[in-house]
């Protein structure tokens, strides 16, 4: 038997989890599937389970002058929609999953669950978004970079949610993303490229690049990036990411294939930049 | 625990768990059994019903993201015209054999005409790709929701 809860508030809600451990279940798109038992209609998990998706201070997305805010339970759609984030962020989320996956998963559920195939990862690790923790004491801020410790691992603790994703706002010129998947529906990526940049008087000034679902998390290599600036060799950046790849075969696809693949697709797109 | 919301217009309560998936609720205790299950993983659309508006994945839904808010299921849906319409586009252009994934194609086909879009093959493809058919390849399904979104078109000129 497990027990299910649904607070009726934010501070319920870390009072809660604050006094044992639960299943935080958000929109449900990968506790739903990861944690069933086949046993007839009701989904049966081998915890408790405490819903968060309805609380409104967990909804919402904000900006101020130099970050914007999308707390936890925003909707994929919702990003993809938001009339007040930019096209770098929009543009991914509206390929995530399939239209209805979209108007339940949430933006906080993609990043705790830490999957390699995870797309909003690498567009947070190149934007050098951070995430704020809450407990029912304290508040913690950390890099989402630091915050994923690898494959289905974070450094949660079981009685934190996270509360909000934090964004810097950057003038960038322009951003290329490319997802390669293989299934027709809902292409949990093979691999994803993500790239941003800033161009002034015809020269790239600031680039970041990260590439997803390759290893187990993110690659991006700022001190690659740096160079680049300063030298525009696109083969000795490639040759720095390669370095970085550490992939393993598996069901999806092969490591070469995906390891040649998003290499190409970074030097077609630096290409294009470069000419801009 | 009772939970109330609304099913098709109309306000319900029933005896339920927080867990429980609303595919089962409208199917088991409502009898509306026009939502069909078939993966039971978010990847077919055979269980798309409307929440607050918004296409879902029934199978994927738990009762506690219900609560209070307003469901439309196929059945609802027939009541309304252009339910009529897509279901003729469907007829026109042969888009139905076993049928079996019909009624969340049709939902699916009114969450694209929701987004106020041209109806290009880009959005059409990518407003279907939760969609699975086993049967007609897809090519009908898309040239029925092409000629629809002409009807449509004139309609609103
Ligand atoms: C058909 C299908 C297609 C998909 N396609 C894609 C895709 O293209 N790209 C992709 O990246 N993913 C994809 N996914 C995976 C999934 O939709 C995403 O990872 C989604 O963002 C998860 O969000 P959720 O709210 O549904 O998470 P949930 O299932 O509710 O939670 C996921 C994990 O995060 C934890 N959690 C959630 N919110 C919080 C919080 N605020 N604080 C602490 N812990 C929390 C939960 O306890 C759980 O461990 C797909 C899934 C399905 C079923
Ligand atoms: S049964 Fe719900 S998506 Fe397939
Ligand atoms: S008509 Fe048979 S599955 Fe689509």
Redesign the interface.
């Known amino acids: 038997m497990?027990n299910?809860?649904?607070p009726n508030s934010l501070e319920e809600l870390l009072e809660i989890i604050d006094n044992g451990d639960y299943y935080i279940?958000a929109?449900?798109?990968d506790l739903?599937?990861r944690k069933r038992q086949w046993q007839g209609?009701?989904?049966k998990?081998d915890k408790d389970?405490v819903?968060i998706?309805?609380l409104e201070e967990l909804r919402g997305i904000f900006e101020d002058r130099n970050y914007y805010r999308l707390k936890t339970c925003v909707t994929q759609?919702e990003v993809a929609n938001s009339t007040l984030l930019p096209d770098y962020l929009r543009v991914p989320y509206g390929l995530m999953?399939?239209?209805?996956?979209r108007?339940?998963a949430t933006v906080g559920g993609n990043i705790v669950n830490a999957a390699k195939v995870a797309d909003s990862l690498p567009l947070f690790y190149a934007l050098d978004a951070s995430i704020v923790l809450k407990n029912i004491q304290v508040d913690r801020v950390m890099s989402i970079k630091d915050f994923i410790f690898g494959r289905y691992k974070t450094d949660r603790y079981e009685n934190e949610i996270i509360y909000e994703v934090i964004i810097p706002k950057e003038d960038f010129s322009g951003f290329r993303y490319k997802k390669i998947g293989s299934?027709?529906?809902?292409?949990l990526s093979k691999l994803s490229v993500f790239i941003v940049y800033k161009k002034a008087h015809g020269k790239i000034v600031d680039i970041r690049v990260s590439v997803g679902a390759v290893n187990d998390v993110p690659i991006r290599s700022e001190e690659g990036e740096k160079e680049f600036v300063k030298d525009n060799d696109i083969d000795k950046f490639l040759l720095t990411i390669r370095e970085m790849m550490e992939g393993e075969d598996d069901r999806r696809s092969t490591k070469l294939y995906r390891e040649e693949i998003s290499l190409r697709i970074i030097k077609k797109f630096l290409v294009e930049i470069m000419e801009e | 625990m009772i939970i109330g919301f609304e099913l098709n217009g109309v306000q319900v309560a029933i005896e339920t768990t927080l867990s429980m998936r609303l595919l089962d609720v409208v199917r088991n205790n409502f009898d509306l059994t026009g939502t069909k299950e078939g993966c039971s993983e978010g990847e077919c659309g055979a269980c798309i019903v409307f929440l607050d508006g918004k296409v879902v994945n029934s199978c994927m839904v738990p009762m506690s993201n219900v609560v209070g808010r307003s469901v439309v299921t196929i059945e609802g849906f027939s009541e309304m015209e252009r339910y009529k319409k897509i279901e003729t586009a469907f007829r026109n252009a042969g888009a139905v054999q076993c049928g079996f994934c019909i009624p969340g194609m049709i939902m699916a086909v009114e969450g694209i005409l929701r987004l106020n879009k041209p109806l290009t093959d880009e959005v059409i493809k990518e407003g279907l790709s939760g969609n699975i058919c086993r049967c007609t390849g897809y090519q009908s399904i898309y040239e029925a929701v092409r000629r629809l979104g002409e009807e449509v078109w004139n309609d609103v000129q």
């Open positions: 497990f299910s809860i649904r279940f929109g449900g798109t739903f599937i209609a009701e989904r998990f389970v819903f998706s309805h759609d999953g399939n239209p209805a996956i108007n339940t299934r027709k529906s809902s292409i």
